[in-house]
């Protein structure tokens, strides 16, 4: 029997490969703007963070969400996000 790949991706902040239910994706859509979504299946252009803190700092900090959604993000997204890590428990410190 053929063996399936497990897809990777890579993280913003620190460029880390990880299996993609690991990380946390972000979303841009039409309807919503910039979101998480921690379902990973929203439909738009999507970008991928780890579950550490120190990676969301970064990541907005040096606007590599800025770059990789190609918009801007709202202020508010870091709150947004490290309430839905904090939710699943991975968020490390």
Same mark, same amino acid.
């Given at each position: ?37 921690? @379902? ?12 550490? @803190?120190?990676?969301? #700092? ?17 202020? #508010?997204?870091? =709150? ?9 428990? =991975?968020?490390?410190?």
């Amino acid at each position: 029997m053929k063996q399936r790949k497990t897809p990777e991706r890579m993280c913003v902040a620190c460029g880390a490969r990880s299996f993609k239910g690991d990380l946390m994706r972000i979303a841009r859509t039409r309807g919503e703007g910039v979101v998480p979504d921690p @379902s990973g299946k929203m439909p738009g252009r999507g970008a991928y963070i780890c579950s550490k @803190s120190e990676c969301v #700092d970064k990541a907005l900090k040096q606007k590599r969400f800025d770059r990789a959604l190609r918009t801007s993000v709202p202020p #508010d997204l870091a =709150e947004q996000l490290r309430a839905a890590l904090g939710k699943s428990g =991975e968020m490390k410190k």
